[in-house]
């Protein structure tokens, strides 16, 4: 499984951005997908994750109402349309699969994830 997110860029505050990460692979539709975003100096935290047929969706605090997960299935890509962004939400952003369960329970812990792509930066400038 390879995973290739792109997208990001540089933004002004209250801009948008749509990230994607195309997934290979034939398992794509049965997995969870997740992206989580890294900061500068910071660990790598969840962001949001969405299950398997795209039923179910799972929000970290602090993106909720401004950060929205979709899938295509039929693309095998997974999406991140980013809002009203902030100049916190600077950071690289990493699409992951599960492949342990289609489901977004716990879905906001790294380990759960067994395949990760290369990461797309997004810098929201002030």
């Known amino acids: 499984v390879q995973l290739q997110a792109f997208g990001g860029g540089l933004v002004q505050a209250g801009g948008s951005l749509r990230l994607s990460c195309a997934a290979s692979?034939?398992?794509?539709?049965?997995?969870?997908m997740g992206w989580f975003r890294q900061a500068p100096g910071k660990e790598r935290e969840f962001v949001a994750a969405?299950?398997?047929?795209?039923?179910?969706?799972y929000y970290a605090d602090s993106v909720k109402g401004r950060l929205t997960i979709s899938r295509d299935n039929a693309k095998n890509t997974v999406y991140l349309q980013m809002n009203s962004l902030k100049a916190e939400d600077t950071a690289v952003y990493y699409c992951?699969?599960?492949?342990?369960?289609?489901?977004?329970?716990?879905?906001?812990?790294?380990?759960?994830?067994?395949?990760w792509g290369q990461g797309t930066q997004v810098t929201v400038s002030s």
């Open positions: 692979g034939r398992t794509f539709s049965i997995n969870a």
């Open positions: 992951a699969q599960r492949t342990i369960s289609g489901s977004v329970v716990n879905a906001y812990q790294s380990g759960t994830y067994e395949y």
């Open positions: 969405i299950s398997w047929s795209g039923g179910s969706t």
